[in-house]
């Protein structure tokens, strides 16, 4: 008699002496659209950081209105987007601060108030 592959929910291939096979990546839709919550997850920011990019990046993708409250956004355009953008630096603000003003010494306070 042969012994079951499975036994109390544990799976083959996963133990001490199978490592885990490697899973295929996820089959990404390119036509997909997405929410402004799924979007934040995608891009790992806040949702309201979608807000804030949508109003002041005119290089953001345009959403797709479902009704007056409805965006989507289309999966291609945002890995086109992403793709546009530079990666990595410091920021332009960085630069152009000079270096001594760019940390402000902390307040000391005297203690005690005797006298």
């Known amino acids: 008699m042969s012994a079951r592959p499975e ?7 996963i133990g001490h002496n199978n490592p885990p096979e490697e899973l295929p ?3 990404v839709d390119p036509l997909a ?5 799924q979007l934040a997850e995608l891009l790992a920011v806040d949702p309201w950081t979608i807000d804030r990019w949508r109003k002041g990046d005119p290089d953001f ?5 479902l009704s007056g409250t409805t965006p989507r956004w289309k999966r291609v355009a945002i ?18 601060i000079p270096r001594r003003e760019r940390r402000k010494p902390a307040v000391k306070r005297r203690r005690g108030g005797g006298a």
């Open 7 to 13: 036994i109390a929910g544990r799976r083959i291939g």
């Open 25 to 27: 990546p996820p089959v």
């Open 61 to 65: 993708p345009e959403p797709i209105w």
């Open 79 to 96: 890995d086109h987007w992403l793709a546009t953008r530079q990666h990595g630096g410091t920021s332009p603000d960085w630069q152009q």
């Open 33 to 37: 659209l997405l929410t402004k919550r």
